[in-house]
């Protein structure tokens, strides 16, 4: 009995020790995570709405206001020029694709096309749905117009028609709902 008692408390001041170690490891890392995070977050609002040079996140109250009860939607950013003129949007939000949750950066310009879109976050199968960071299905996004409903083809030639990813159809989708949920926003809430 003595035996077994000796052996519980050492497992015991070892995941004592294991644990300890952990959350020092966590509370050294989590801040230059959050860092990284924050960066990350601040290129791809660049990229996607290149003619901002300054964003301004809205605050609680006016995300509720736009975005309504959506909770797809994370954040909105209003883009400004160097005048201090607002040029576009951006949108962080996320949807679920087929490895679970995506979180992609969506711009729009105050002309009403989609600037860029960039993901963020995915857990895709490597190269079919991961396919969707590729720029030939990010770009196919570009300068489409949003009064119309976007819908992912093989061989785009309409003007509301974006690139499909093969044998992604699930991940496509995912991408395509959240550009027109952006869409929707913008056109009944921000557009002029």
Known sequence: MNEIL????????ITAVSASVLAVSNNITEP???????KANDLAKQEVLETAEEFDILDEGKLKEVAGSNSNII???????????????????????YGGEMELIIG???????????????GETPGLGANAT???????????????????????SEDN??????SATITTTAVVDGVNIVREIYNSKLAN
């Open 75 to 97: 954040e909105i950013n209003e883009g400004y020029s160097k005048e201090g003129e607002i040029v576009g949007y951006t949108f962080k939000t996320k949807v679920k694709g």
């Open 108 to 122: 729009i310009s105050t002309e009403g096309e989609v600037t860029g879109i960039n993901i963020l976050n995915h």
């Open 32 to 38: 230059r995570i959050a860092e990284a995070d924050r």
């Open 134 to 156: 590729e720029s030939y299905f990010t770009d196919s996004f570009k300068n489409k117009l949003v009064d119309n409903e976007l819908v992912a083809v093989k061989d785009p």
């Open 6 to 13: 000796k052996l519980g408390l050492i497992l015991f001041i």
């Open 161 to 166: 028609e974006v690139q499909a990813l093969t």
